[in-house]
């Protein structure tokens, strides 16, 4: 009785939510809120980070925690990762005890789980006096790079919420990107990035920075030259080893995974790179991606 119960709630709180934003002026997303609507609405009434409706949604979950109802995007470290169609949320590390942010990090994976939308809220200049309002899906999170995926929509994104990479799984080495828009385009860059984020635990592989907005995402063969979105034809650079590697100042031998300059320079040193070889990495980029750039990198730089 208590299962269909939480059920009943669930279904519920998902026809309010969607009947909230449906109800809000506009077709289009984002949707234009006062600060005082958002209120009035039940959107948002917190501070940064998630907010949750405790007083709604505690009898949705078992243990009475409640579910996350809104997110509130602030600041320029998002700037890399948000876009009309989706962002990449760190989880909240606020000055509060440290239950205050894990109570609010599980009510959001509560809300992928019972597959309901949260409304994400941004200020989208300084001088804005009215809000963005988005309805958000929560597609996955990872605990070690402390990340949510959330994709915008009307409706629920397909498939598991945080299905994983699996490298049993047949590698894909090629795809093409030409015939996709460029919401489609924006969605696979944000996803790819995710995952390389996750599964390099948001660490530049090559000098150890920590720091979201210096990382990015690196495919070994590009996607200009049809390198596919495959988790494992993917590196996690900070910008300077990304521009680095493109530019073709180094390469990294498939058979030893260490890192090999060009002739003539720079060498490590100079490019501040810590790390020689790949070689202790738990997940390792696939050897035919590796293979792909080093004989084109061969037959530019070691000719």
């Known amino acids: 009785m208590k299962q269909m119960a939480l059920i009943a709630n669930s279904t519920h709180e998902l026809e309010y939510r969607l009947d909230v934003f449906k109800n809000i002026p506009g077709d289009k997303m984002p949707k234009s809120v006062s600060p005082e609507d958002l209120r009035k609405l039940g959107i948002y009434a917190g501070a940064a980070g998630f907010w949750l409706d405790k007083g709604r949604t505690k009898t949705m979950t078992d243990d009475g925690a409640g579910v996350t109802v809104s997110a509130l995007v602030t ?23 440290s239950t205050y942010d894990q109570s609010r990090i599980q009510a959001t994976k509560t809300a992928a789980l019972l597959k309901l939308p949260i409304f994400v809220v941004i200020k989208p200049t300084s001088n804005s006096t009215n809000r963005d309002v988005f309805l958000g899906w929560i597609e996955a999170w990872d605990d070690i790079s402390k990340l949510f995926l959330i994709s915008f ?35 696979r860059k944000r996803k790819f990035r995710f995952k390389i984020m996750r599964r390099y635990k948001k660490v530049c592989m090559l000098c150890d920075i920590k720091i979201t907005e210096l990382l990015a995402a690196t495919h070994i063969r590009p996607t200009s030259k049809l390198g596919s979105d495959d988790v494992r034809n993917g590196l996690l650079l900070c910008n300077l080893h990304d521009k680095a ?4 100042l180094f390469s990294i031998n498939p058979s030893t995974y260490e890192i090999t300059y060009r002739n003539g320079g720079p060498d490590k040193n100079e490019l501040n790179i810590i ?28 000719s």
Request: net charge negative; charged share 30%.
């Open 75 to 97: 600041g320029k470290s998002y700037e890399n990762d948000f876009d009309t169609d989706g962002l990449m949320y760190e989880y909240p590390q606020s000055k509060r005890p």
């Open 153 to 187: 929509g009307f409706e629920a994104p397909k498939g598991i919420p945080n299905g994983t990479d699996d490298d049993d799984d047949p590698f894909t080495f090629t795809s093409s990107n030409r015939l996709l828009d460029t919401k489609s385009k924006n969605i």
């Open 245 to 248: 590697f493109t530019e073709g």
């Open 275 to 302: 790390n020689e070889d790949l070689s202790n990495l738990p997940r390792k980029p696939h050897p035919k991606a590796l293979n792909w750039h080093w004989e084109q990198w061969l037959s530019k730089n070691r």
